[in-house]
């Protein structure tokens, strides 16, 4: 049987990592997700209408490009994209949100509720929403609100409700606690929508699948362009979903190298990265196991990238398992070789890239000319536009970061 018909275990566990680690009064509530999602991914009227969506409204499938002049420029290894920015709203994340609002709507809710960081997964959810004529709620730390304005704006034209969160240290975490609470005052008529392949069985799971379909593309149209698979598949991992998805139709192939690639920010010591399975050690947070950083008290450690969604001190269940079983290799990208990326993308190839997705294109380029002949098919997680701000006022146009 495939990898992906074997993992998790039934209670959601890849090895030692993943389960539902939280409060008894949520029990019930994620057993219902669970229950309902195990039902749904073989229902074929669920399935014929996700499929649907995905064709007429997100506008799936999503090429795949051969970056010809990035190889050129690099002059080793053919690097290939899969255009995930080409996606609806820009990034991978609608994958996942229209499959948890299809689920909303076959389990008879009316509402999703989530946290979200940076702002991306609140706007995808909320896009999701809106879709369906569902209500939204995003809960989002009062800290986050100030700096990521410009989602905040399209989360309310999309006609989502923004919860600020005002305790604590008012970004990421107090947002899912906030957002927890609110969901156990109305889990009749809502649910909860995880951002990625983290948190308690069976987000982990039901990510990975919603996000597969990346992969399944990507494999037949690297067939199609080559006659081959790709010697190497490489993506960014914050939490993990667009790496899982990717990954996901590859991994039954054990000639194809898979590659995760996690932010190393501006040094090795804590707070300086959030390069979690490279530094990290097996711990629980936000409700399951996996690798993680711990600060001296045993706590999340405080983190940094300069692409926002990937600063987190965990890392999905099943990234933790497959690093343990040596099946995927996790490198790094630091924030300067992220830089160089994003500037080289934007120039050679006329596509501006997400931060989050240049650390992937930085890793391939590193990689490229120490592998001449092989080919290297990296995922395009999501477009730059929201980052074009940030990058042109703090590093300007790029001349610091020629080739
Ligand atoms: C959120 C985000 C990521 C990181 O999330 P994963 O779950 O690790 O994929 C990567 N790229 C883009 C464009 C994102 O918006």
């Known amino acids: ?26 029990e019930p509530h994620f057993k219902e997700i669970a229950e ?11 399935i014929a209408e996700l499929r649907y969506i995905r064709k007429h409204f997100q506008g799936r499938p999503t090429p795949v490009q051969h ?12 690097i290939y994209l899969k255009r995930e920015d080409l996606n609806h709203t820009g990034a991978h994340k609608l994958n996942h949100c229209m499959g948890e609002a299809l689920l909303a709507k076959f389990m008879g809710k009316k509402k999703l509720i989530a946290e979200t960081g940076a702002g991306q997964h609140g706007v995808a959810l909320a ?40 305790f604590g240290a008012k970004t990421l975490k107090e947002a899912v606690d906030s957002a927890f609470m609110s969901y156990l005052e109305q889990t009749e008529d809502a649910i909860y929508a995880i951002g990625s392949v983290v948190g308690p069985h069976p987000f982990p799971k039901m ?23 790709p010697d190497h598949v490489v993506a960014c991992v914050g939490g ?6 990717l990954f996901s139709g590859f991994i039954d192939d054990d000639q194809v190298q898979l590659h995760g690639v996690e932010p190393h920010g501006t040094g090795t010591e804590l707070g300086k990265h959030a390069a979690t399975i490279t530094y990290g050690e097996p711990g629980q947070i936000h409700g399951f196991k996996c690798i993680m950083l711990k600060d001296e008290n045993g706590e999340p450690a405080p983190v940094h990238s300069i692409a926002s969604g990937l600063d987190y001190p965990g890392v999905g269940p099943e990234h933790s398992y497959l690093h343990t ?3 995927v290799q996790y490198g790094s990208a630091s924030d300067e070789e992220t830089l160089k990326a994003f500037y080289a993308l934007s120039r050679h190839e006329g596509i501006i890239p997400a931060l989050e997705s240049s650390h992937a294109i930085a890793y391939a380029m590193k990689m490229a000319i120490s592998h001449p002949g092989e080919s290297i098919l990296v995922n395009l997680s999501g477009r730059g536009d929201k980052d074009i701000d940030y990058v042109t006022e703090k590093f300007g146009f790029g001349d610091d970061f020629k080739l």
């Not at 495939?2 to 993992?7: A, D, H, I, Q």
């Not at 970056?67 to 053919?78: E, F, H, I, V």
């Not at 993990?240 to 998805?245: D, L, Y």
């Open 1 to 26: 049987m495939g990898y992906l018909k074997t993992m998790p275990s039934k209670d959601g566990f890849f090895g030692e990592f993943g389960g539902a680690f939280i409060p008894p009064q949520l």
């Open 207 to 229: 990510v990975r699948d919603f996000q597969s379909v990346m992969g399944f593309e990507a494999k037949d149209q690297f067939l199609e362009m080559t006659g081959n698979n």
């Open 36 to 46: 309902a999602y195990e039902r749904l991914a073989v229902d074929s009227s669920y």
């Open 240 to 245: 993990g979903s667009n790496a899982m998805g």
């Open 67 to 78: 970056a010809k002049n990035l190889s050129n420029a690099m002059g080793g290894a053919q």
């Open 325 to 327: 079983i040596g099946k």
């Open 127 to 166: 896009t999701a929403a809106s879709y369906f004529g569902m209500e939204c709620e995003i809960h989002m730390g009062e800290v986050d609100i100030a700096k990521e304005h410009p989602n905040v704006v399209r989360m309310k034209l999309l006609g989502a409700k923004v919860v600020p969160v005002s």
